[in-house]
């Protein structure tokens, strides 16, 4: 499926759009090494320690880049989430600019009520902010786009991490079947 802003793209821009729609998902070498730090973030997450949860974040984000050998990213976990007409903000990517080093922000609370974040919909948004650090950084995309590709490698990076995940979904659905 290709998304309808496609067509108001530039014709470089199109390119980048398929090579970044082809890649479905991002192998991690050793995806088990990383899940004692997935373990770790969902009761950081419910105790509310910020620092905690930034620490897991960081230890997350430094096993992946190093498991496919791309360069660091920052990450800094921050409270309420921004919040506009728009919506609110659930993460951001600022890459690598000047003095500025490549690195992610994701806030721990929503805006209206200032609810800690689940932990999947938080992990999943610090790997969709990882995921634009991957564009940029190992697939070498001179634009991140959100592409159908995009959001399975983010799917993919999450599954390794939570791999019960998929196991309840296959059974949910063989009892659907059954
Ligand atoms: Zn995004």
């Known amino acids: 499926m290709v998304f309808s802003y496609y067509n108001r793209l530039s014709a470089r821009q199109q390119s980048i759009y398929r090579q970044s729609d082809e890649i479905k998902a991002v192998r991690l070498p050793r995806p088990a090494e990383l899940r004692p730090f997935v373990e770790e973030l969902e009761p950081a997450l419910k105790a509310e320690n910020r620092r905690h949860v930034e620490r897991t974040c960081q230890a997350i984000a430094d096993g992946i880049v190093s498991q496919l050998e791309a360069p660091p990213v920052g990450v800094e976990v921050l409270?309420?989430?921004?919040?506009?007409?728009?919506?609110?903000?659930?993460?951001?990517?600022?890459?690598?600019?000047?003095?500025?080093?490549?690195?992610?922000?994701?806030?721990?609370?929503?805006?209206?009520?200032?609810?800690?974040?689940?932990?999947?919909?938080?992990?999943?948004?610090?790997?969709?902010?990882?995921?634009h650090h991957l564009d940029y950084e190992f697939f070498h995309f001179p634009e991140t786009m959100h592409t159908e590709g995009f959001y399975n490698r983010e799917s993919s990076l999450f599954h390794q991490l939570v791999p019960e995940a998929r196991l309840k979904k296959k059974a949910a659905a063989s009892r659907k079947r059954a």
């Open 79 to 131: 409270a309420a989430r921004p919040s506009d007409d728009w919506g609110e903000l659930h993460g951001l990517y600022v890459p690598e600019e000047g003095e500025t080093t490549a690195h992610i922000q994701v806030w721990m609370r929503t805006a209206k009520h200032k609810k800690v974040v689940a932990f999947r919909s938080f992990l999943r948004t610090l790997l969709h902010e990882l995921c």
